[in-house]
């Protein structure tokens, strides 16, 4: 079974650009999370889709952050503009957990390590 | 290659030994834990969970124990090898919600062969 796909693996901006990573979920898995993991810290939940909505983006930076999953499968996150403090590595996981009423394992994708300089 | 285990505690343990994670919760709330395992330049990765109504569980060779008293869970892996080098982080979350994992600060374990 393929694993969770993310592009690209690295990339370097200047603050203020703007930039999108994208996901492919494991085949079939309903629900789609976005991470930001800060060096030597856990992961933080961003945004998390069932199918293409959204169930909670209570953390997500709305005012320069942004997510979508139009057609329930694929997944982008763009962050414009952006700043120093976004340097991080932004996981995705997806799950089967068609409702989130009980715990499904999420299967994390390599990751974006994201540089702002 | 990359390294999420910067400046996260460190614990150094020689190939064959016992090593003994530990990790203190918050939330007094949380009835659910998941220990994960994140090696270099990937994602984490699920390796054991145990719910508030057990106070141990064990897997291929880790175990974990959990204390409600004090909010402490451990990860004890046996008999470790080179491969079990990475970060394992604990994470708490509450059942009946939406299950989303509440992740600590991590610890790098490094296994000397």
């Known amino acids: 079974e393929a694993g969770v796909a993310q592009s690209p693996r690295y990339k370097i901006i200047e603050k203020r650009q703007s930039v999108a990573f994208w996901c492919n979920p494991i085949?079939?898995?309903?629900?789609l999370y976005w991470y930001q993991q800060i060096l030597g810290q856990g992961p933080k939940l961003l945004i998390q889709f069932q199918n293409n909505g959204v169930v909670d983006d209570s953390q997500l930076p709305k005012d320069r952050f942004s997510a979508e999953r139009l057609k329930g499968v694929d997944s982008t996150l763009k962050i414009q503009p952006a700043k120093l403090e976004d340097s991080a590595v932004y996981l995705c996981?997806?799950?089967?957990?068609?409702?989130?009423?009980?715990?499904?394992?999420?299967?994390f994708g390599p990751g974006t390590r994201l540089t702002v300089l | 290659g990359e390294s999420v285990g910067l400046h996260l505690p460190t614990l150094s343990v020689q190939e064959g030994d016992n090593s003994i994670i530990n990790c203190a919760y918050s939330n007094s709330a949380s009835d659910y834990f998941i220990w994960y395992k994140q090696e270099s330049g990937k994602g984490p990765q699920f390796i054991i969970d145990i719910r508030s109504n057990m106070d141990k569980r064990q897997g291929q060779r880790v175990t974990v124990l959990l204390n409600k008293t004090v909010k402490h869970l451990s990860l004890q892996i046996a008999a470790t090898q080179p491969g079990d080098s990475a970060v394992y982080f604990c994470?708490?979350?509450?059942?009946?919600?939406?299950?989303?994992?509440?992740f600590g600060r991590g610890t790098s374990l490094i296994v000397h062969p």
């Open positions: 085949s079939g898995h309903a629900t």
């Open positions: 996981a997806s799950s089967p957990a068609e409702v989130p009423s009980s715990y499904n394992e999420q299967f």
């Open positions: 994470a708490e979350t509450i059942s009946g919600g939406s299950y989303i994992p509440t």
